[in-house]
């Protein structure tokens, strides 16, 4: 078959075309002398036909690949943050660890505590924290471990009675169980009755709890859980357990109890707020740009809080620990109780107070003991503390490292 293509057909311009039409003035278009500028503007990139670009039946044109990365770019990318879920996991723990801390691990210390306030006989006010870790030694090596976790239950016992009592109270009053950012006088009146009412329904279970705490080991039954709640249902009503005619009634020791409850939420809610406002305008908020700030940050978020917790506590503690010895001398008195020896640590003494009342009780407390007995046991009070300060600290250093190297 004969082509009909001329010989000089470039396939862009037709040079030798002698057409009347064309002639007149008008020279055949070349692209041959074109700058590639003015190529790029006629080149397009033809559709997927099936013959065109050496291509085969249904294939198709590969489809866009981004370029490989430039070498060393990799190493310039941020690092993933810990996950929520870590995060998550991280503030459990820590809040955890110091719950644990306050309930179980202090436990022993609060024990001593109370034992060595309620002992109008020591002649050792163990105002030291060496002192103390020893009889508390001696204690645990006459009467074994449990003598120090003693009515660990009934604490917790009263807790939950506290925390039931104030939200019923909460919503079958109008007494407001929490206070906002815009509080008026009018609320916070209203929130602090709604905590001394409280105290008021927890108080017999409170003065049960402190009972189980302070008893001595050796001559004390194994007790159940429910002890508690069924010796403070009796003190109400006026059964159970034979008490002595010295015993104060309920209504005399609603004064010590509401007044040291109060006063303890008050001090522990103020020093906590200034202490987180303090800590946080100390190191403000920061956006995290690699995974160690990050770490940094979320442990920033926690640690303030359980610090201001912590500081609240420890200054609550200090500054009413003489109305709190006061208000458990009053509440063990009558009750037949017998507590360990504080002096040694190896006997047993009964407790035979005769006060009349608050006033009575300070009176006698200054001018037999002295000032400093109102401080009886201090010493286990910085044991406790120093041993929370430690667990939080180590705590903080472990979730530290778990983060940085997840």
């Not at 291509?55 to 941020?78: I, K, M, S, V, Y």
């Not at 509440?331 to 009349?356: A, S």
């Amino acid at each position: 078959m004969t082509s009909r293509r001329p010989d000089n057909f470039d396939g862009l311009g037709y040079r030798g075309r002698e057409d009347p039409a064309f002639s007149g003035g008008y020279s055949g278009r070349s692209f041959n002398n074109s700058s590639s500028v003015d190529l790029q503007n006629w080149v397009t990139t033809p559709p997927d036909i099936p013959g065109s670009r050496n291509l085969h039946f249904d294939d198709r044109t590969p489809p866009f690949e981004a370029a490989p990365a430039a070498p060393g770019t990799q190493d310039t990318l941020p690092t993933a943050p810990p996950s929520e879920q870590l995060n998550r996991f991280a503030g459990f723990g820590i809040g955890l660890a110091s719950l644990f801390t306050e309930n179980v691990l202090a436990h022993p210390c609060i024990v001593f505590r109370r034992q060595c306030q309620v002992n109008y006989h020591a002649r050792c006010y163990h105002l030291s924290p060496l002192t103390a870790l020893s009889v508390m030694y001696n204690v645990t090596k006459s009467q074994g471990p449990k003598a120090l976790w003693k009515g660990m239950g009934s604490t917790f016992v009263v807790q939950g009675v506290t925390l039931g009592t104030e939200g019923i109270i909460s919503e079958c009053t109008p007494l407001p169980r929490e206070l906002s950012h815009k509080w008026n006088p009018k609320q916070v009146i209203g929130h602090l009755v709604l905590k001394g009412l409280t105290y008021v329904v927890a108080m017999p279970f409170y003065s049960a709890s402190l009972i189980e705490t302070v008893q001595s080991e050796i001559i004390r039954d194994n007790p159940g859980i429910l002890d508690c709640v069924k010796e403070g249902v009796g003190r109400v009503m006026g059964m159970g357990i034979p008490h002595s005619k010295r015993l104060l009634p309920l209504w005399g020791l609603m004064l010590p109890t509401v007044l040291h409850g109060v006063l303890h939420y008050v001090v522990s809610s103020t020093v906590q707020k200034l202490v987180l406002f303090l800590l946080r305008r100390r190191s403000p908020a920061k956006q995290p740009v690699d995974g160690s700030e990050t770490v940094q940050t979320m442990l920033d978020a926690y640690f303030p809080e359980l610090m201001a917790s912590f500081v609240a506590s420890l200054c609550a503690d200090v500054l009413l620990y003489p109305l709190e010895t006061v208000m458990h001398r009053l509440h063990i008195q009558g009750t037949r109780t017998i507590i360990d020896n504080t002096d040694l640590g190896f006997e047993v003494l009964p407790i035979n107070t005769q006060y009349e009342g608050i006033r009575d009780c300070v009176n006698v407390i200054r001018r037999e003991e002295g000032a400093l007995g109102f401080y009886k046991g201090f010493g286990s009070i910085v044991v406790q503390y120093s041993l929370h300060a430690a667990v939080l600290q180590i705590t903080k250093v472990i979730y530290s490292t778990l983060l940085q190297n997840a």
